[in-house]
């Protein structure tokens, strides 16, 4: 399964990420529960203004599904909150990665999001507007939005649409084939490339390999 490809193939680096996960997937449902209301959804655990602040943008993004959605409604209005969903993880899994002794930060990524969404890639030859790109860096970076995206930069793709009808996968789908070409194209050396479907509150992790692409079950 598509969680089983993104493990850690260093068994010290397995355990600190299936435990980060859990950690972290606790504090989220806390949250999104409280409505970001409550003071203590981190326990004993102080959040940070940044984590406030990435928490105030990505809960509306949850609350989607009990909307209907109309004509009027634009995906570009979810970018902030996926944005800030990505940097929210990030800060917390460097966080914890720097709590944890028995953590080595050796060998060990973030994921972070570039700050253009819907935007050309610097060295596209193409039209296509990618909605929301994210880079790999060391667990030590700053956690900040990155500049400067382009193909031969891009580690995932998120594809984001408002409504969540099939025609909204399908068109959601389509766009990551083609630019998970281009990445292809500009860094010759990728075995595979991850995407992120984003429909509505519905997630779909996807991986694009030279012969075949693989899909999560709906994550909600």
């Known amino acids: 399964c598509i969680a089983d ?3 850690p193939r260093n068994n010290r680096h397995l355990s600190l990420a299936q435990t980060f996960t859990e950690r972290i ?7 999104i529960a409280s409505e970001g209301e409550s003071d203590d959804v981190f326990g004993k655990e102080s959040p940070t203004n940044e ?3 990435h928490v105030k943008t990505f809960l509306p993004w949850t609350q989607l599904t009990r909307q209907k959605v109309s004509a009027a409604d634009n995906e570009k209005a979810m970018y902030p909150m996926i944005l800030a969903f990505v940097m929210f993880v990030a800060q917390e899994i ?3 990665m720097l709590a944890d002794t028995a953590a080595a930060l050796d060998g060990c990524r973030l994921i972070l999001p570039f700050k253009k969404t819907d935007t050309r890639p610097n060295n596209s030859d193409s039209a296509e507007r990618v909605d929301i790109g994210l880079c790999c860096m060391g667990a030590n970076s700053s956690i900040e939005m990155q500049d400067e995206m382009g ?3 891009l580690f995932a793709l998120i594809e984001a ?3 969540r009808t099939e025609a909204d996968f399908a068109s959601a789908y389509a766009q990551l084939f083609t630019y998970s070409e281009k990445i292809y194209f500009y860094q010759i050396d990728r075995r595979f490339v991850w995407g992120i479907v984003c429909c ?3 997630v779909n992790a996807c991986l694009f390999s030279n012969y075949n692409v693989h899909a999560s079950p709906d994550m909600d």
Do not use: V
Not at 25 to 31: A, G, M, Q, R, V
């Open 200 to 202: 509505g509150t519905i």
């Open 51 to 53: 984590l406030n602040e």
């Open 25 to 31: 997937s606790e504090s989220i449902e806390k949250h």
């Open 151 to 153: 193909y031969n930069s």
């Open 94 to 96: 460097q966080n914890r």
């Open 161 to 163: 649409k408002r409504g």
């Open 5 to 7: 490809q993104a493990q």
